[in-house]
């Protein structure tokens, strides 16, 4: 394990008083603190109260059984790992309690042979969850320099959008709207910003316009300039400052891409996608920085 001996608690949810023991034996002899409830409604308290590190739990209980447990404990102790004690006759409501969130499962004729295996890797990987997930809440910013690579731009928007779900900031809707946003305010930095491909190029003749930024990437003085990015995240919002090494552009000149005559235009379109994803979009005086800003929901 990784963690200290003993350091590791342990909820064992059963109503047989004999597998509860039998259980906690095995725990306790791998050097694991145990507590013991009767229950799902019983193990919610024990949960409430005490800092446990995963709990095991039956399936076939009185008063809350165990899919109903899983699904209030994940729901409220979402980085406390649930493993499940599986007997012969309860094997559908086990896939349905892994679909609500259980980590794992060991049968309880295999207990004295699997267990202790089973709740280690589990607690090894939870511990790695939780570390993440603190050293992710002590996240304030973070800056990249990316040289003119698509790929680039699409390995930074992955990660950005994998940063903001695993904090838990916005919902999976937002996050999509984020890394749409951010997505193309790094495509207009890279292809009107560093390599000055203009839009224009793009509605008469895509390939044109692609094979013109391919060859520009490889050429000075295109070739030398960077996308600086800095991302920053508070409590109460989401913001990235995305800049170029261009010569920037009017951002009053740019055709409204809401007027019908305009919709279907290339021209624009990542600014009115910005501006409708986000709550607040602002460009430098010179056209060749923008900020984006999403706040968080009450």
């Known amino acids: 394990m990784t963690r200290g001996a003993g350091s590791a608690c342990i909820l064992v ?31 919610l308290a024990r949960l409430a109260a005490h800092d446990v590190d995963l709990v095991l739990t039956d399936l076939v209980m009185p008063t809350l059984d165990g899919l109903a447990f899983v699904e209030r404990a994940k729901s409220e102790h979402p980085l406390v790992p649930v493993v499940l004690m599986t007997a012969r006759g309860s094997e559908e ?18 207990l004295a042979r699997d267990l202790v295996e089973v709740v280690e890797r589990m607690l090894a990987a939870s511990h790695e969850q939780r570390s993440y997930a603190r050293l992710l ?14 790929e680039l731009i699409s390995s930074l928007v992955s990660y950005l959008t994998q940063v903001l779900r695993d904090s838990a900031m916005f919902d999976e809707s937002d996050c999509h709207r984020i890394s749409t946003a951010l997505d193309e305010a790094l495509t207009n930095a890279y292809y009107h910003g560093n390599l000055e491909v203009r839009s224009e190029i793009r509605e008469h003749d895509t390939r044109a316009y692609r094979m013109l930024a391919e060859r520009r990437r490889h050429l000075a003085p295109y070739r030398d300039r960077q996308i600086l990015v800095r991302a920053s995240l508070t409590s109460d919002e989401a913001s990235f400052v995305i800049k170029d090494g261009g010569r920037g ?8 891409p809401t007027r019908p005559e305009n919709l279907e235009s290339p021209s624009g379109r990542g600014i009115f996608l910005m501006r ?10 010179a056209g060749n ?3 984006l800003l999403k706040r968080r929901r009450a």
């Open 13 to 43: 949810v059963d109503d047989s008083a004999a597998d509860r023991e039998l259980a906690g034996r095995l725990l306790a002899k791998a050097s694991l603190d145990v507590l013991h409830a009767r229950d799902g409604q019983e193990g």
């Open 93 to 110: 409501i086990a896939v349905q309690a892994l679909e609500a969130g259980a980590a794992s499962y060991v049968p309880k004729k295999s």
């Open 137 to 150: 809440g002590r996240l304030r910013a973070a800056s990249f320099v990316l040289e003119n690579d698509p």
């Open 249 to 256: 552009f009017d951002v009053a000149a740019v055709r409204d």
């Open 276 to 285: 409708t994803f986000l709550d607040d979009v602002r460009y430098n005086a």
């Open 289 to 291: 920085q923008v900020t």
